[in-house]
């Protein structure tokens, strides 16, 4: 049966009014037979009519009984053959009921009725049975005295009648009747009266005649005795055959027993005759009583067995339900729900079932729906991941990713080809995936601590080719993963061009430069020439003043190239502990009070050490200076120097006139200079030796007017 | 027609049926008759068949024994005996000059069978149980008269 029907069949009010309905008039009826069963006679209980029907009742019961036990049985193997939830607890329960409920039942049956079958052959072991015996033999005993008396009256009329004919047949029977003691005395000749005395006190009118019958068992036996009961008392009447000479004869005599003695004699008769039946019928009486006791015992057990299918049927309903709803929920059926209600726990169970299936339901949406998501989220990281690495494998700049402990994250193609190593294993340690010949940059990148990016231009020899790489490193700041991003980019043919492009305009410079005071001493030679040829008298103010000039002009292009070849002869830096603040002295001590309105001045830390070529960082210094006094009409230049979280860092500011910014691309490329008289190498050499140092050289417009120089060294 | 005659014996010798018959409630021996034709290798063949009953009811007050003998559930007739021997002989004795006819069968393909049913009995003291004899059978054999 489904849930729903069940529930249905449970709350349908015609089962709730005609199940207690039919109970009660089932007890009501057995109340009844019971009280009849009180009213009836032995032989209605032992009659073969009622041990039928109740044979039959039984036979019925039984045959419930085992259909409704085979029928649950056979359901509930099924059910547990084709694995349906609850039919074990439910065999249990069924198990339970029956043995629990044909225990007791059977046991009071067996016990009752024993007790039941004992008690009535107690019965018939009492001294009843003899008192009863004796009273109707004394009953049997009075009434045949009184049947002798009639006989021996009859004997006698019989015996006068043989003797003497009938001829005193009249004071023959009046004697017999007088001194025998009898109410009737008389002769009869074929059934007809011949002679008939009665006593006057006698009922002689209910007395009926004998039948023919009766006078012809007389004539064929000899004698008969006749009973008869009227109204007033029980006639015993005594024949005997005649054979007279007038031929066969019957001699009768009676005697009436009134009602006071007829009744006793009667009473202990009956009441033996009473006790015989009973005792006769003993095992009928049994039979029935046991099958009285026995129908309403199955009657029981039917009621029982019934009850305890539909009960554990209920009871197994919701754990059946609930069952079947866990395996569908386990299942993946989320949308699953009982249907059946109850008011009992049960009822708080199936809720809470529901309950937490429309949670699971929830929950599982919510999932689905987040899981949709974070698939199209992974798959747009996917593309966005792939996207980024087919940019960061297109890209020149070679591009590696490292974590806190310097373990490679990841490294495009351009790195690998750009450093000229083998494709490494993801998480290799920095110091084994740069070779030696990469010590510079394996140094640079383990020793990058800073938060702030930094950038650095790298000179390597890498197969035995010069390099220029120019490294810039940025930290990863992801939540709980930190690292660093190194960003490579080879500048070796930027370098190279720039390198043409500033030799390029280098020696147009310098052919500039040169050609410059040719022209001037290619005058000079051309007004001595004349002056010579013409014999002009001022020839020799003009030799002297063209030599002169020729001398001049030749002094300052050996000033120029005496400027380059030391240019080119830069020599290498020697790093060593130096105080910044005498530095910054000694060069402000040139050039104070060299310029009217214009002062120097220092700020550094007199107990500020660092590391560097005290002479070259002097030189540099001096070619600031040079042009910072140069460039200044009046006010004051200020050298400072510091140490900050990039390393030291000095500037040159002064509030002169400032340098344009289209001036500032090539202010430190050699022999560029806005001065007129200038070589154009100053600045040139100053960026030499802050490349040298590792370092690098900014200009800036100072506020409110003038240039400043930032030169940034690390320590 | 067919005479059928036989006794019921040891049945006046069992003190529960003497008690029974003096008890005065009515004690009845039942006989079923049967003629059959005898089929060789196949079932018997029922010719005819007859219910005797005898009912005895004693009338403890008068000391008379009522028989009525009733064949096929009808009343043939009635007797009232005095004597316990002479009523059970009446019982026992079964004398029947004219109960079953031949018909179109010859007397010596037929068998007369017979089986007195007699007290109730009953099985665990709950299920009837009829005692009943086993069928006797003889053959049926002309008589010279």
């Known amino acids: 049966m489904k849930a729903s029907s069940l529930l249905q069949y449970r709350k349908d009010p015609r089962v709730i009014i005609t199940a207690p309905l039919l109970i009660f008039t089932a007890t009501s009826l057995v109340y009844y037979l019971i009280q009849q069963a009180k009213e009836l006679s032995p032989e209605a209980l032992s009659s073969r009519v009622l041990l039928f029907v109740l044979w039959n009742i039984n036979l019925i019961l039984i045959l419930g009984i085992v259909f409704v036990l085979l029928r649950g049985v056979v359901k509930l193997v099924l059910e547990r053959q084709r694995g349906i939830l609850g039919s074990r607890f439910r065999s249990k329960l069924v198990a339970t009921y029956v043995i629990t409920s044909l225990l007791p039942i059977g046991l009071l049956f067996f016990v009752a009725t024993d007790l039941l079958r004992v008690s009535i052959d107690r019965w018939f072991n009492t001294p009843v049975r003899a008192l009863l015996q004796n009273s109707e033999a004394i009953a049997q005993a009075a009434q045949n005295r009184t049947a002798g008396e009639a006989e021996s009256a009859a004997r006698e009329i019989a015996e006068a009648v043989q003797l003497r004919g009938s001829a005193d047949l009249e004071k023959d029977v009046s004697h017999v009747l007088r001194f025998h003691n009898v109410d009737l005395a008389g002769l009869y000749e074929k059934g007809i009266i011949v002679r008939l005395s009665t006593n006057p006190r006698a009922p002689i009118d209910e007395l009926p005649e004998p039948s023919t019958r009766f006078f012809e068992e007389v004539l064929s036996t000899g004698w008969g005795r006749k009973m008869d009961i009227g109204p007033q008392g029980k006639w015993i009447r005594h024949a005997v055959r005649v054979r007279g000479p007038s031929g066969e004869q019957v001699a009768m005599a009676g005697v009436f027993l009134p009602n006071n003695i007829s009744r006793l004699i009667d009473a202990n008769i009956i009441a033996h005759k009473h006790f015989q039946q009973l005792d006769s019928q003993r095992a009928a009486l049994k039979a029935s009583q046991t099958s009285l006791f026995l129908t309403v015992t199955l009657s029981i057990l039917f009621g029982v067995l019934w009850t305890s299918m539909y ?16 395996s569908v929920l386990a299942a993946g059926g989320y949308g699953h729900r009982i249907q059946m209600k109850a008011a009992d726990e049960f009822g708080t169970l199936i809720d809470s079932f529901n309950k937490m299936a429309s949670q699971l339901e929830s929950q599982r949406g919510e999932l689905t729906e987040s899981n949709t998501e974070m698939q199209s989220v992974n798959r747009r990281l996917d593309q966005e991941r792939a996207y980024l690495s087919t940019v960061l494998e297109s890209v020149s700049t070679g591009i590696m990713a490292f974590n806190d402990q310097l373990e490679l994250l990841s490294i495009n193609r351009a790195a690998i080809a750009m450093l000229n190593i083998a494709q490494p294993p993801g998480g290799a340690k920095l110091g084994g995936l740069l070779p ?5 940059l394996r140094e640079h990148l383990m ?3 800073e938060q702030q990016p930094s950038s650095r231009e790298l000179t390597i020899v890498r197969a035995g080719e010069l390099r220029h790489l120019e490294v810039s490193a940025a930290r990863l700041n992801e939540p709980g993963r930190g690292g660093w991003v190194v960003a490579i980019e080879d500048l070796t043919e930027l370098v190279k061009a720039q ?10 410079r310098i052919a500039h430069e040169i050609k410059n005071p040719l022209t001037p001493i290619q005058l000079s030679a051309e007004r001595i020439a004349r002056k010579f040829r013409n014999n002009d008298p001022g020839t020799a103010a003009a030799v002297e003043e063209g030599c002169q000039t020729i001398v001049a002009e030749v002094r300052h292009l050996k000033t120029m190239v005496d400027e380059f070849s030391r ?4 020599p290498a830096i020697h790093l060593r502990q130096t105080n910044l603040s005498q530095i910054f002295e000694e060069v402000a001590r040139l050039y104070r009070d060299i310029k009217p309105g214009v002062t120097v001045r220092t700020i550094a830390d007199p107990t ?7 002479e070259q960082i002097r030189r540099a210094l001096v070619n600031l200076l040079d042009n910072a006094i140069e460039a200044t009409e009046r006010g004051e230049i200020l050298l400072s120097g510091e140490l900050s979280s990039r390393g030291l860092l000095i500037k040159v500011q002064d509030p002169g006139r400032g340098i344009p910014e289209t001036d500032k691309e090539r202010l430190f490329l050699p022999h560029f200079s806005t001065k007129r008289e200038g070589t154009g190498l100053g600045l040139a050499i100053v960026h030499r030796i802050v490349h040298d140092h590792d370092g690098r050289i900014t200009v800036y417009d100072n506020r409110p007017a003038g240039t400043r120089f930032e030169i940034e060294i690390p320590v | 027609m067919i005479a059928v005659r036989f006794d019921l014996t040891n049945a006046s010798a069992r003190q529960d049926i003497i008690t029974s018959l003096q008890s005065g409630l009515p004690t009845a021996f039942t006989y079923e008759i049967q003629l059959i034709r005898k089929r060789p290798n196949w079932f018997d063949e029922g010719v005819a068949e007859a219910r005797l009953e005898m009912i005895c009811t004693f009338n403890s007050l008068t000391q008379e024994y009522l028989l009525n003998y009733r064949r096929d559930r009808r009343l043939v007739r009635s007797e009232v005996l005095r004597d316990l021997p002479t009523l059970m002989k009446k019982m026992t004795s079964i004398s029947e000059e004219r109960l079953f006819s031949t018909g179109r069968y010859r007397p010596q393909k037929l068998v007369v069978r017979a089986r007195a049913s007699l007290t109730q009995g009953y099985l665990l003291h709950v299920v009837p149980w009829q005692e009943t004899t086993s069928w006797k059978q003889v053959r049926v054999r002309s008589e010279e008269r």
């Open chain 1, 447 to 449: 020793g990058l601590k």
């Open chain 1, 499 to 508: 390198k043409l492009a500033a030799w390029s305009e280098a020696a147009r």
């Open chain 1, 436 to 440: 030696d010949e990469l010590a510079s």
């Open chain 1, 608 to 614: 500020l050490e660092v590391v560097l070529d005290r």
């Open chain 1, 311 to 326: 009960a554990s049927r209920r009871i197994t309903g919701p754990v059946r339900a609930l069952a079947e709803g866990t």
């Open chain 1, 567 to 570: 240019f080119a002869r830069m």
